[in-house]
Nanobody, 116 residues
Framework: QAQLVESGGGLVQSRGSLRLACAVS????????IAWFRQAPGKEREGVSC????????YYGDSVKGRFTISRDNAKSTMYLQMNSLKPEDTAVYYC?????????WGQGTQVTVSS
């Protein structure tokens, strides 16, 4: 059964950086759009960034544009989210997602806390 496992979260000071990783098993990333979402306490889950499965185009939410970079290494079956210039408002649980034609798979989430 396909599985996604996030890592790399933690506590960081404002303006610091973190790199999240999402290890993928039993899934061919060539056929899936991949994305990162986040959910802050008391707020709805929001999309952060994604990579299209068809053309590899990347998309970013307005709040992270210019600071975050999404990438994937299909050979390593891993996707990444490089987060720079972090702000306290980036504090949330971050989830990776793989979206296929018939399947949507989520990781369990990793906590990112940015202190001011």
């Amino acid at each position: 059964q396909a599985q996604l496992v996030e890592s790399g979260g933690g506590l960081v000071q404002s303006r610091g950086s973190l790199r999240l990783a999402c290890a993928v098993s039993d899934l061919d990333l060539d056929y899936y759009a991949i994305a990162w979402f986040r959910q802050a306490p008391g707020k709805e889950r929001e999309g952060v960034s994604c990579i299209s499965s068809s053309d590899g185009h990347t998309y970013y939410g307005d709040s992270v544009k210019g600071r975050f970079t999404i990438s994937r290494d299909n050979a390593k079956s891993t996707m990444y989210l490089q987060m720079n210039s972090l702000k306290p408002e980036d504090t949330a649980v971050y989830y990776c997602n793989a979206e296929g034609v018939l399947t949507s798979i989520w990781g369990q989430g990793t906590q990112v806390t940015v202190s001011s």
